[in-house]
């Protein structure tokens, strides 16, 4: 399932619901997605990098309540910096195996595993949430 599928056509009144047994809701899942992949992102890109605290700057805070416009916002910024992510992996000049110069050893290779992973494990599990609450709209296969 892709991104997109996961999203579409979900109702505004149910982005802040946290699912059953859960300790999140559905924009906080969505917004954790976007800031996990913009940090990796920020990390090929920058050299200048600074690591975020964990978990902290890379979850809401469990109060939030987000807006429609927030909601939007967040989707539109995941996939801009996904976008981002895809010209880096198909530039030809870009070197997949080379160590990222500011990093540990890292590579681009080894950082789109990570973020593709992360990704693919959050957006299945955004998928379960919607099935739990039946929250999947008529065009849901």
């Known amino acids: ?60 805070e469990k109060s939030k309540r987000a807006t429609e416009d927030e909601w939007e916002n967040t989707i539109g910024s995941f996939l801009k910096d996904r976008e981002e992510l895809n010209n880096i992996i198909n530039d030809p000049a870009t070197d997949l195996y080379a160590k990222i110069a500011h990093g540990t050893g890292h590579t681009i290779f080894r950082e789109i595993l990570v973020v593709s992973d992360h990704n693919a494990y959050h957006i299945g599990e955004f998928a379960i949430m919607r099935q739990e609450l039946e929250v999947w709209g008529k065009s849901h296969k």
Request: proline fraction near 8%; aromatic fraction near 18%.
């Open 1 to 60: 399932m892709t991104f997109e599928e996961a999203v579409s056509d979900f109702p505004m009144d149910k982005i802040n619901t946290i699912f059953p047994k859960g300790e999140y809701t559905f924009y906080h899942l969505l917004e954790h997605i976007r800031r996990t992949q913009a940090d990796i992102l920020n990390f090929i890109k920058s050299k200048d990098y600074k690591e975020p605290h964990w978990p902290d700057d890379y979850w809401p």
